[in-house]
């Protein structure tokens, strides 16, 4: 299998502009989340999907962040605009039972 | 408020050293989990515990649950370079799939 595959996997943006990350999930997991992960507060979940519905945005910083599960194998993360302050590695992971990380979309907003 | 609590934040020790890290929580958890992350890579799973007093172990890494599982600790025995990484605990809320995660213990073994 292989895995949750994340994209970009690094991104350099500049302030006010619109920033998509993108997950394929595993193959067969039912739950995608997206985390955010800084030296500052660690990894904190943003939103999670349950069969494509999302459960709990309350993780959602503010309405600039905004996420999608069209499907069962692809999601999305969008921040538009985007700031310095949203700086992180975004991390995606699925699950059925265990959870499932990819590699990371680092981002810096400039 | 960080409801799952890790301590030590940081740990520098010698190869072949022993260690134990601690992830602490005010609130009960049905299950904790202990990741480890590498630089440039996504947390791995490294164990599930879910029963009070339960004790899991992995090669030199042993895992225990609290009896009231609202804490856990990992302990490490003659610790290799190789375990240098960032340990991280993280558990259901709400018995849902809502899983959160301590900020970590960023480990290093020095050779």
């Known amino acids: 299998d292989a895995g949750v595959i994340q994209s970009p996997r690094h991104e350099v943006t500049e302030m006010g502009q619109e920033v998509t990350l993108r997950c394929k999930p595993i193959?067969?997991?039912?739950?995608l989340f997206w985390y955010r992960q800084t030296m500052m507060r660690g990894l904190e979940l943003l939103i999670y999907?349950?069969?494509?519905?999302?459960?709990?945005d309350s993780g959602m910083p503010e309405d600039r962040f905004s996420a999608k599960m069209p499907n069962a194998s692809f999601s999305t993360l969008k921040i538009q605009p985007s700031e310095p302050r949203d700086s992180a590695v975004y991390f995606c992971a699925s699950s059925l039972n265990t959870i499932y990380f990819g590699e990371g979309s680092w981002l810096t907003v400039v | 408020t960080q409801l799952l609590e890790q301590s030590p934040q940081f740990l520098s020790i010698q190869e072949g050293e022993n260690l134990t890290v601690y992830c602490n929580s005010s609130s009960v958890f049905s299950s904790l989990q202990w990741y480890r992350q590498e630089p440039g890579e996504g947390p791995v799973l490294l164990v599930t515990v879910v029963t009070g007093g339960e004790v899991k172990k992995l090669k030199r890494l042993t895992f225990q649950f609290g009896d009231a599982r609202k804490d856990s600790s990992l302990h490490i025995t003659a610790a290799q370079p190789g375990d240098t990484g960032l340990y991280l605990c993280a558990g259901p809320m709400n018995r849902d799939d809502k899983i959160i995660f301590g900020k970590g213990t960023r480990l290093h073994i020095l050779p």
């Open positions: 193959s067969g997991h039912n739950s």
């Open positions: 999907f349950n069969n494509n519905v999302p459960i709990d």
